[in-house]
């Protein structure tokens, strides 16, 4: 059987470290016997906006929706297109109309990689944080009134929906289920936004009344933060809205050294719509062309999608080749940020040799 996965790198590092993405698949659907597609596509960049006007062509929705899964780069150029058109007209329209509400971002503080927390080892930060990926904060509710003048009024609310809120809290209970600890945070700010944060609360005790043997407990999200740096290893599972999911997925793999190795699942859990994959990072302005990214948050969001398209054994092989290469802790093979003094490529090289060896 074959699966069609369509391509889309994006800009910045989204274009170097895609490659590499795309070797350690090939390199594993050579060793498991998959049969996997790729076929590339331009849009979905900020190059594409300047030549088009647009981020996606009119038909993208027709275009994309027989593939299998989607493997996405990083989109934004800040310098040639605005964050909130490029992010807006691209990467947000996919998870919102192929109803991705899943963002299932794993941080875990791999073997060789110093933790900038003093006195972590691997072990002690391993979770999941569980994001809601189509409402909350990210909404298209609002506007702009008298603009130009001084009664100047902006508006965007926060949408929770009953349907919206039930559905990531079951997906993360169920997720506690299968770990071993089977525990489960929420991330509310119910002492400061009275509507939407209590009704989110109310939803988690409600849903907590099925999973009885979840352990369940809740910070408001300022704490939540201070707690991820002080305390990494109370978390198990972390669930919470758009935004809140958002910064604890930046800010939990800053915990395990380095935004560069954190990858991303956008899920259409019930396969009616193709889930994204993508690294937790950006395109990083400010190192692409230097071919130093690490591409390890790409190759590690393949790992994910084989494991999506029902290859866990083949996800898992991903993962051991990279904790493999970690360890081996070589100067030459590991990017800046891990410390060493190597390249996207070098890194990405050593990654598929350990898939095929
Ligand atoms: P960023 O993640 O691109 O970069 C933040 C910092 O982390 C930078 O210093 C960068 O060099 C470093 N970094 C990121 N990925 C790295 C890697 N693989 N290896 C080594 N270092 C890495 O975040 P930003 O600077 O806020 O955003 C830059 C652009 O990317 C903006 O246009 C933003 O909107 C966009 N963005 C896109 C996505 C996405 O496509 N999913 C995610 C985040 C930001
Ligand atoms: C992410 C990114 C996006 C988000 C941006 C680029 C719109 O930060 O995938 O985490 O906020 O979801
Ligand atoms: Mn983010």
């Not at 060789?112 to 006195?119: C, D, E, Q, V």
């Not at 997906?171 to 400061?192: C, D, H, I, M």
Request: proline share 5%.
């Amino acid at each position: 059987m074959t699966h069609r996965i369509a391509i889309i790198a994006g800009d910045g590092i989204g274009t170097e470290v895609m490659p590499e993405g795309i070797r350690a698949l090939e390199a594993t659907a050579k060793r498991f016997n998959i049969d996997l597609e790729f076929t590339h596509f331009e849009f979905g960049s900020c190059d594409y906006y300047l030549e088009h006007g647009k981020m996606l062509p009119d038909d993208w929705f027709e275009q994309l929706k027989g593939f299998d899964a989607l493997f996405y780069g990083a989109v934004g150029w800040p310098d040639k297109v605005p964050d909130h058109i490029s992010l807006w007209g691209s990467l947000l329209q996919f998870r919102r109309r192929f109803d991705q509400y899943i963002n299932l971002r794993p941080c875990k503080l791999m073997p060789g990689i110093k933790s900038p927390l003093a006195g972590r080892e691997p072990g002690d930060i391993d979770f999941y944080v569980v994001r809601e990926n189509t409402e909350g904060e990210y909404s298209s509710v609002g506007g702009k009134m008298f603009e130009g003048t001084d009664r100047e009024v902006v508006i965007q609310d926060t949408v929770m929906t009953r349907t919206g809120v039930d559905r990531v809290l079951k997906y993360a209970f169920e997720l506690a289920q299968t770990r071993p600890r089977k525990k489960l945070t929420s991330a509310t700010k119910s002492n400061g936004i009275s509507i939407t944060m209590p009704y989110w609360d109310e939803r988690v005790v409600e849903m907590a009344k099925g999973y009885p043997e979840i352990a369940v407990d809740k910070f408001h999200i300022d704490i939540l933060t201070a707690n991820f740096v002080l305390h990494p290893d109370w978390f198990d599972v972390v669930v919470g809205s758009n935004l809140f999911g958002d910064i604890l997925s930046d800010l939990g793999p800053a915990c395990t050294g380095t935004i560069g190795i954190a990858p991303s699942a956008n899920i259409n859990p019930e396969g009616n719509f193709p889930s994204l994959f993508e690294p937790v990072h950006g395109s990083a302005p400010d190192i692409a062309g230097k071919g130093i990214a690490n591409p390890i948050g790409q190759i590690w969001s393949g790992a994910m999608m084989l494991e999506h398209l029902g290859y866990k054994e083949a996800g898992d092989a991903i993962v051991t080749a990279i904790e493999e290469v970690l360890s081996e802790g070589d100067a030459t093979v590991l990017t800046r940020d891990v410390g060493g003094e190597g390249t996207t490529a070098s890194l990405g090289k050593a990654i598929a040799d350990h898939i095929n060896a």
